[in-house]
């Protein structure tokens, strides 16, 4: 791969329809990794969702991370979904939200989508929150219990997310429109937020979400842009999976001018750690990674970063495909070789 294409390989975008030939094209003409699917992507019926995922999962040996943002009630993308959601669950002993995150695993496991950003992991006491009815719990050992049985509930089925590390229930305010901000400090972080997602590490999550959330005391930039976050999710809960951003969109509405500027929201993203950048709305994906490469030249990105998340990232979806052997895409010539 060239370097344009193993960051192609780290972008996650959005296009809109029920075109599933179109999306696909939309995707290997930009070299992306993964598309995340929203409202206007889902026709009635499983039936034409799942013929139309196969369809935008492109190359069998090498299929497109495909996502959808499906934690069930106010937050759930295909309808069907009647399982328990969080404001049911947080009542509920923790087998329920394994039970329910099972059938809502099975559900999109059947649909062709291979990535649940559904596991809210963000501990939520405040009602007045717009996040109160989509986390798990109101303490972190309730929320954690929680969000670990959900984990396991998804094992075999999809890829877990837990999201937004670092969590939302510390730092008020909504991060569609703003860089919600907090005093707190990492101790305090430590005893009241981050053991929910310490539990979904230790239950198998495969991605954590970062969550465009300033902590003032830890860093004075969105965690989304903290490499001191990033090395707090890998060296203290043990995290070596997927990270991805929050939509990035986000940070350029959040009305900031330092964060207006798209190209250099993702080379700051990708410096700080991410393995991929998820765009929802619009995104110059030329642009993207032009900066990107520009900085990998400039010596601000280590190569090394770059080959680190192209390659997690590839193996990720050549496991997904199921062709895990060593020349199972091989041709002609290569077999002539090996023989």
Known sequence: ???????????????????????AQYAAGNGLGGLILMGDN????????????????????????????????????????????????????PAEAERAFAARG???????????????????????????????????QDAGARVAAAVAGERGEVLSTLKHFPGHGAAPGDSHSSVPQTGLSLQQWQDEHASPFQAGVDAGAELVMFGHLQFDAVDAVPATLSSRWHEILSDE?????????????????????????????AVMAVEAGNTMLLYVQQVDIPAVVAAVHAAV?????????????????????RTLSGETGRFVRCLAECQAIIE
Request: no cysteine; charged share 20%; glycine share 12%.
């Open 1 to 23: 791969m060239t370097l344009d294409e193993k960051i192609e390989s780290m972008i996650m975008a959005h296009q809109g329809g029920l075109d599933g030939a179109g999306n």
């Open 42 to 93: 889902i026709p009635e019926g499983p039936e034409a969702l799942a013929a139309m995922t196969s369809v935008m999962a492109g190359e069998d040996g090498l299929p497109l991370l495909l996502a959808i943002d499906q934690e069930g009630g106010i937050v759930r993308r295909i309808q069907s979904d009647t399982a328990p959601s969080a404001i049911e669950l947080r009542n509920l002993p």
């Open 106 to 140: 099975a559900l999109l496991e059947s649909s062709g989508i291979s990535v649940n950003f559904g596991i809210v992991a963000d501990v939520v006491g405040d009602p007045g929150s717009f996040l109160f009815d989509r986390s798990l719990g109101s303490n972190a």
């Open 237 to 265: 809960l043990g995290f070596d999976g997927i990270t991805i951003t929050d939509d990035m969109n986000m940070l350029e509405n959040s009305g900031r001018p330092e964060y207006a500027d798209q190209a250099q929201n």
């Open 297 to 317: 030249d400039a010596g601000t990105i280590p190569a090394a970063t770059i080959d680190s998340a192209a390659h997690k990232l590839l193996v990720t979806r």
